[in-house]
């Protein structure tokens, strides 16, 4: 697997984003999105430089990071649907968690944090696409949501996050990264959290470059630095 050259290569489509978006590479952190490829390719990416490790499925996580748990200079990012029974098993496995979409999630992910000792960072997961298959809190109840983090005392909440629906042409993504900016300025002008919300992650292999345009500061990259997945992607 070409992972080093496919990292060189995004490395380049980055800068060149941030380029023409007048925006420092320094502020777009890149998560390699490992999940359905075996644990020797997270290894390899690291080998390579690779800080941030994505993974939207908790148990194959466990499956994959008996080695990372412990390593605290990777980055360890869970990106998909958390499911409550697996609250526990995600805040001892991940350092962020990108897809808070409920009070009650939320609720819970604190209380675990709590009593493991945690400081989990954590982000919004926001459905503007509407989807009936996408996760995420809708954004009317945005808000409510956001100012209970602000106030939960074992999180760390820094942002938003969201999945566009797919389409053909990468440009088509762009209103949909628009809107979620707009929310986190809407957020922070109404100081709902005392420090101010910076993150937004966003973007994919697909269309990352198009996020970097609208603000990504996290985007989130699989087949781009990994290949193809063979596996069939289990969308919960
Ligand atoms: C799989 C996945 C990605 C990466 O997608 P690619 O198209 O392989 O880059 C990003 N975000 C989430 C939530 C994912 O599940």
Redesign the pocket.
């Known amino acids: 697997m070409p992972i080093k050259e496919n990292l060189n290569e995004i490395q380049t489509r980055i800068d060149a984003a941030c380029k023409k978006a007048n925006r420092n590479p320094n502020d777009v952190r890149l998560i390699a999105?490992t999940?359905t490829f075996p644990a020797e390719a997270i290894n390899e990416a690291l080998s390579v430089g690779v800080i941030d490790i994505?993974e939207?499925r908790v148990q194959e996580a466990e499956e994959k990071f008996p080695d990372l748990v412990t390593n605290n200079k990777v980055c360890k990012h869970l990106?998909?649907h958390l499911q409550s029974n697996k609250v526990r098993k995600a805040v001892e496995l991940f350092d962020w968690i990108h897809s808070i979409d409920s009070i009650k999630l939320a609720e819970r992910v604190n209380r675990v944090a709590g009593e493991l000792g945690k400081h989990p960072v954590v982000l919004i997961q926001v459905d503007l696409g509407k989807e009936p298959t996408k996760n995420g809190i809708d954004e009317s109840e945005l808000n409510d949501l956001a100012a209970y983090l602000a106030t939960a005392q074992y999180l760390d909440f820094r942002g938003l996050m969201m999945?566009p629906p797919f389409f053909e042409d990468p440009n088509a993504t762009l209103p949909y990264f628009s809107r979620l900016r707009e929310l986190l300025r809407e957020l922070n002008s109404q100081k709902i959290c005392l420090k101010a919300l910076s993150e937004l992650s966003m973007g994919?292999?697909?269309d990352f470059e198009v996020a970097i345009q609208a603000g990504a500061t996290l985007i989130?990259?699989?087949?781009?630095i990994f290949g193809t997945?063979s596996k069939p992607?289990v969308t919960l």
């Open positions: 999105v999940k994505g939207n990106i998909g999945i994919m292999s697909q989130r990259v699989g087949t781009a997945r992607i």
